[in-house]
């Protein structure tokens, strides 16, 4: 069974704040995703990572996936209120997606 | 369109009750999931069509029963539910040239409640 664990769990900071989300596991991974998820909404997709090392910015959403492709960091510089949620990440390996637990945002105006 | 449909919304069930939910996608998306999500937990993943044909079920009871009647349309039919099967159940898709990848499209969810 592959699992990843995100850290932290929770986070509630204030707006104007820089914030990392990680994402970890001991399994290698194909690709992997990460969504925000409103409540009483489905899932969002973010991004897709692939490749060991690769880097991608999203506005003020950096992700990361790790050198060996069993982690990944989510960085949010400069938060604001609408980045409020839950951010999952998803690893993806055999035509299947494993979900990290996730962690709740809060960004206080 | 990007839009996954989910109907309805919201549904009440008793244990002896017969009902379906629906799922609808007009993207061209060739592979369909339906995840269950419990309460301040990530998506468990129930089942995944691909090209119209159950590809996996993850050991899930037989109260669930999946249906693909088409490219575009799933269904979860449900039967004899316990109170322990409420939760948000989620239909997602994959389009064919990202099917490799895991990207899903997630509906908004169907809220299940089950008394």
């Known amino acids: 069974t592959q699992l990843l664990e995100q850290s932290p769990q929770f986070l509630s900071i204030q707006e104007g704040e820089n914030l990392t989300v990680y994402c970890n596991s001991s399994?290698?991974?194909?690709?992997l995703q990460w969504y925000r998820q409103e409540p009483g909404e489905g899932p969002v997709l973010l991004v897709t990572?692939?490749?060991?090392?690769e880097v991608k910015k999203l506005k003020r959403l950096t992700f990361q996936f790790g050198d060996a492709r069993k982690d990944s960091s989510l960085h949010i510089t400069a938060a604001q209120p609408g980045d409020t949620g839950l951010y999952l990440c998803?690893?993806?390996?055999?035509?299947?997606?494993?979900f990290g637990d996730g962690t709740t945002l809060t960004v206080k105006p | 369109d990007t839009e996954v449909t989910q109907t309805p919304k919201h549904l009440v069930m008793g244990m002896t009750n017969k009902k379906s939910l629906k799922c609808e996608q007009h993207?061209?998306?060739?592979?369909m999931y339906w995840y269950k999500q419990k309460a301040k937990k990530p998506p468990e993943l129930m089942f995944v069509?691909?090209?119209?044909?159950?590809?996996i079920n993850e050991s899930v009871p037989s109260r669930f029963s999946p249906e693909c009647p088409n490219s575009s349309l799933l269904n979860l039919h449900l039967h004899a539910l316990q109170p322990e099967d409420s939760a948000l159940y989620l239909c997602?898709?994959?389009?064919?040239?990202?099917?490799?990848?895991?990207?899903?499209?997630f509906g908004e969810g169907s809220r299940l409640t089950v008394l």
């Open positions: 399994s290698v991974f194909s690709s």
């Open positions: 993207m061209g998306h060739r592979a």
């Open positions: 069509y691909s090209y119209e044909k159950l590809s």
């Open positions: 997602a898709s994959s389009p064919p040239h990202r099917a490799n990848t895991g990207e899903l499209f």
């Open positions: 998803a690893g993806f390996d055999a035509g299947k997606s494993t």
């Open positions: 990572v692939v490749t060991g090392g």
